[in-house]
């Protein structure tokens, strides 16, 4: 049996294509898999913060969010807005911009370290996307967290001290070091099987492609072992 295809995705939370992104890779991959028996991807996500300057508290819109921190024009803003949101509803998310709350997200990338030890990080990261974009709750504050991941099944008091204590800061660093040496410079960006970079939300064919594209390279490789043994 082959091993599964790898693919590590950067990303933060507050960032609307990572979150579209996310949904055409699960279409690519599952795809995919569906294509061959014994076709089976993994995924692990790692920390990358767009904006570290951003209070957690920020006080503001979204509007004001781009004005404010992106220096975006007021007059690009809805059109800007009314674009991502279309996009996001051809993958089935239902963005409210009207409700999101902007914020720091160094605590949110400490708690999926934290659910990746404890094998619910894929949940705590669409439990995270879901909470931001579409119910306009709070995603930098511990215990705003916390209430979160209990959902999920974590230890709600566990994760309080775990944040609270920055347990987690290390990994998040170190995942952000990584891809200072990948040369990741926006996200989403996904690494396949660690040789493969592929930048943006791209379309579900696309990564479906690159995925085949792995696994057939994997076969001839192995054809050449056997033919070599």
Not at 111 to 131: I, P, T
Request: proline share 3%; aromatic share 10%; hydrophobic share 40%.
């Amino acid at each position: 049996m082959t091993e599964p295809i790898k693919v590590d995705i950067w990303s933060d939370i507050v960032c609307p294509w990572c979150y579209i992104g996310k949904r055409k890779f699960e279409a690519g991959s599952t795809a995919f898999t569906a294509a061959g028996e014994d076709r089976d991807v993994v995924v692990e996500y790692h920390s990358y913060e767009l904006s570290p300057d951003t209070p957690v508290d920020f006080e503001g819109s979204a509007v004001d969010y781009l004005v404010q921190r992106k220096g975006v024009q007021p007059a690009q803003v809805g059109q800007m807005l009314e674009r991502v949101t279309g996009i996001a509803a051809s993958v089935g998310l239902e963005y409210d911009y009207d409700a999101l709350q902007h914020t720091n997200t160094v605590k949110a990338h400490q708690l999926l370290h934290y659910a990746k030890s404890h094998g619910k990080q894929l949940e705590m990261k669409e439990r995270l996307f879901k909470a931001l974009f579409t119910e306009g709750r709070h995603v930098g504050r511990v215990h705003d967290l916390a209430d979160l991941a209990a959902e999920i099944g974590l230890d709600r008091a566990e994760v309080v001290r775990v944040l609270e204590a920055d347990e987690f800061l290390g990994d998040v660093r170190a995942d952000q070091s990584l891809a200072m040496e990948y040369g990741i410079q926006g996200v989403p960006f996904f690494v396949i099987d660690g040789k493969y970079g592929v930048s943006g939300a791209q379309e579900p064919a696309a990564f479906a492609q690159v995925l085949e594209q792995v696994w057939t390279e994997r076969d001839a490789q192995v054809e050449l072992e056997e033919a070599s043994a």
